[in-house]
């Protein structure tokens, strides 16, 4: 038979009850950072980037040789870091309301641009004044977010010339890495 000291005993219960706390400490403090890391709504991967300001960024538009009615835009980041655009860009023509609808039809996503990379679109615009409700415009606006102000280039810089730039029903693709893919994605949804 062991006897043990009331003293021992008392040391032993002390080192549980110590035991315990610690061990609960530790399981309220563990809990309490997952709470916390599950309250903040977690980032998609692409949006890593953040959002490209108005001077990181350069965009261009003109009118492609194969056919008169298509625009191609194009965005570059100038800056020395990774940023995101909108995954389409936002096309005005003139004075007139509205925007070229995206196809396929989407919300506003991030699109991210390495430093130097450029992201291709193509706008279709309308290829002369047979349709019905056909406008005629002397500039469009190129935006590579809603955010931005955008560019301006008139019919003149885009390559459409005089009498200026149909529109009629308007839309855009989404950024491509090359104008071909973006031209494709034109013809599938036109």
């Known amino acids: 038979m062991t006897i043990t000291s009331r003293a021992t005993r008392h040391q032993g219960r002390a080192a549980s009850i110590a035991l315990l706390l610690t061990g609960t400490v530790a399981t309220a403090a563990a809990a309490a950072a997952g709470a916390a890391a599950a309250a903040e709504p977690a980032e998609p991967a692409r949006s890593a980037a953040g959002s490209c300001a108005p001077g990181q960024v350069s965009v261009s538009a ?32 003139g004075d007139l309301d509205g925007t070229a609808r995206p196809v396929p039809a989407g ?52 390559g459409l010339g005089d ?7 308007p839309i855009t693709t989404w950024w491509h890495p090359a104008y071909q893919q973006a031209a494709q994605s034109l013809r599938e949804h036109a």
Request: hydrophobic fraction near 40%; proline fraction near 7%.
């Open 163 to 169: 009498p200026g730039i149909y529109v009629y029903d």
């Open 107 to 158: 919300d506003s996503a991030p699109y991210r641009l390495a430093p130097g990379e450029t992201a291709h679109a193509a706008v279709r615009t309308a290829p002369d004044m047979d349709s019905d409700g056909t406008e005629v415009v002397q500039h469009v606006t190129v935006a590579a977010s809603p955010a931005h102000d955008g560019s301006r280039f008139t019919a003149c810089e885009v």
């Open 62 to 93: 003109s009118a492609t040789a194969a056919d008169d009615n298509i625009v191609a835009v194009h965005v570059t980041n100038r800056s020395g870091v990774t940023c995101a655009v909108d995954r389409f860009p936002t096309v005005t023509f």
